[in-house]
């Protein structure tokens, strides 16, 4: 048949990768986290920031070479990739934020964390509320219908 835009009914079907098992599967750590604004996502009596975490700013895990005294060596730096704020339930949301306890460090303007790759530079969008140390963070699997890079 011949397609005609924004007609849904002469036996054509948008098929979208995620439904059919085609999308991009990738494995990034959680360095950043964003409070919400809604207080039904929030942990109510929490003064830990972890708790008002709901949305996670997740990275490419790399190494770089450092001048470290005087020798080369490879060290990890974390690239920022995208923010993450829907795909888990309530009850994983709550698991996520207890394994953050104790572990955010704020976010301040003009510093930026060691682990951070310092080829990245941040613009005022991915700014998160709360930086988080990789080695005291996790692995989240994320599903992408579609990847695009902008340079």
């Not at 011949?2 to 439904?19: D, L, M």
């Amino acid at each position: 048949s011949t397609y005609i835009c924004g007609v849904r009914n002469r036996g054509w079907y948008k098929v979208k990768p995620e439904y059919d098992g085609l999308g991009e599967h990738l494995d990034l750590i959680v360095i950043g986290g964003y409070f919400s604004d809604r207080a039904g996502r929030r942990q109510k009596g929490s003064s830990d920031p972890a708790d008002n975490i709901t949305t996670f700013l997740v990275a490419l895990l790399k190494e770089k070479v450092s001048k470290n005294q005087l020798k080369l060596e490879l060290v990890p730096v974390a690239s920022p990739l995208t923010k993450v704020g829907t795909g888990y339930s309530m009850d994983e949301l709550k698991v996520i934020q207890s394994k953050l306890r104790g572990n955010t460090i704020p976010y301040k303007d003009g510093w930026m964390p060691d682990f951070i790759d310092p080829d990245f530079n941040m613009i005022s969008t991915n700014k998160p509320d709360v930086w988080i140390e990789p080695n005291a963070s996790f692995v989240m699997e994320i599903m992408a219908s579609e990847i695009v890079f902008f340079f």
